[in-house]
């Protein structure tokens, strides 16, 4: 169900979570602290970051960075080491997405998260305790 939610646009967000907020809010509360964002990727440690954009391709992580606002770019490359920071620059240059392009490489950075995080690659309990879904985390929340 995570996954299905962290990659769908954000209408369609909006409409799943409207629904189960109706049904369940513990359950939709319970999504939206364990579903991974692109700005919560972005608020992650540099090191973290950086397994990501090794892992998702740096063009398709460039294109998603369109999505930023200037300011909330600048933020985000400030993290970065100098080599890091041109890298991502120069990619950014290299690449004009159209509106469509941008939103899908955001989904698929998220996708690609997520994957990380499922086969261990990233420890979610490293980078946000929130992130961590317990084996009993379905029951757990059927009980309250």
């Known amino acids: 169900m995570i996954q299905v939610i962290e990659t769908c646009n954000q209408k369609k967000r909006e409409q799943f979570m409207n629904i189960i ?26 090191e973290f970051i950086l397994d990501v ?3 998702v ?13 200037p300011e909330a770019l600048e933020i985000f490359l400030q993290k970065l080491s100098h080599q ?5 620059e120069l990619s950014m240059q290299e690449t004009n997405p159209n ?6 490489s ?6 690609e998260t997520r994957a990380l995080l499922v086969q ?5 309990e490293r980078i946000d305790a929130q992130l961590v ?7 757990s929340l059927e009980k309250t």
Do not use: H, M, Y
């Open 133 to 139: 879904i317990p084996e009993d985390f379905e029951s």
């Open 120 to 124: 261990g690659t990233l420890k979610a």
């Open 57 to 69: 391709n740096t063009l398709a992580f460039s294109a998603a960075l369109k999505s930023l606002s």
């Open 99 to 104: 509106p469509g392009e941008i939103s899908s």
């Open 21 to 46: 907020t109706e049904e369940s809010p513990t359950w939709a509360d319970a999504l939206n602290q364990k579903c991974i964002t692109f700005e919560k990727i972005l608020n992650w440690k540099a």
């Open 53 to 55: 954009v090794a892992s």
């Open 84 to 88: 890091d920071r041109k890298k991502l």
């Open 106 to 111: 955001v989904l698929k950075v998220i996708s």
